[in-house]
């Protein structure tokens, strides 16, 4: 007898354990979710979220002329070091197991002298010429994803944060691009505040707060 209510017992924990979890996977659904993004300038994580149809949640690009002024290079040098074992970023930089990184930010795709590229990587050049802030932004986040068929061999960098850092950091790396000015369209949320006309804008708080480190 006191065994079959000791059976019952760990049945009950068992079912317990299974509601919790069940909760936990319904928070983590409504929050990966979530349509309204958490840092203004920031694009919407959407990290593991499964690709249901290949089709991506909505993310937006961040505004580069908020975000970069602001971004931690420091951080982003760190971030580097993931990449070292196959990049060089100095001037006149060997290509070593990935090309030479000098100037990368701006540079025309699979340009490097000398680096024999993929033939993914050399057809995603005809349809992205130029590595823009926003095509280093979508290749690093998952390089096979964005480039089919790269030869990088790299998972990618999940966080914005970390690859907004990067980026900065590459970017003071012989970049031929300067830093955009902000962008309103890609404030979300910030109506349409961004650059108000001159003189007579209404005292709302125009810009967004600086993106805290987070
Ligand atoms: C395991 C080696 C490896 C690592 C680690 C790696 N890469 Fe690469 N990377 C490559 C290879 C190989 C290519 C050439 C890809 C191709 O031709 O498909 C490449 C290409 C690139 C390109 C395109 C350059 C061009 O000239 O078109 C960029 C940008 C880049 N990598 C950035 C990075 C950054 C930033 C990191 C670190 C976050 C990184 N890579 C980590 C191997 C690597």
Sequence with gaps: MSGNLQFNKILGAGLATALVIMGVRIG??????????????????????????????????PDWGTVLPTADIAAGEKVFAKCVSCHNDHEGGPNMTGPGLWGVVGRPTASHAGFGYSDGMKAHAAEAPTWSYDQLYHFLANPAKWVKGTKMGFAGIKKPEERINLIAYLHTKGSSLGIPAPDPTRQPGAAPAGAPPAGDAPAAPAAAPAPAAH
């Design 28 to 61: 983590v659904d409504a929050l990966y979710h979530t349509e309204a993004p958490a840092k203004p300038g920031y694009a919407i994580e959407v990290a593991e979220a499964p690709e249901a149809g290949g089709v991506a949640a909505v993310e937006l690009d």
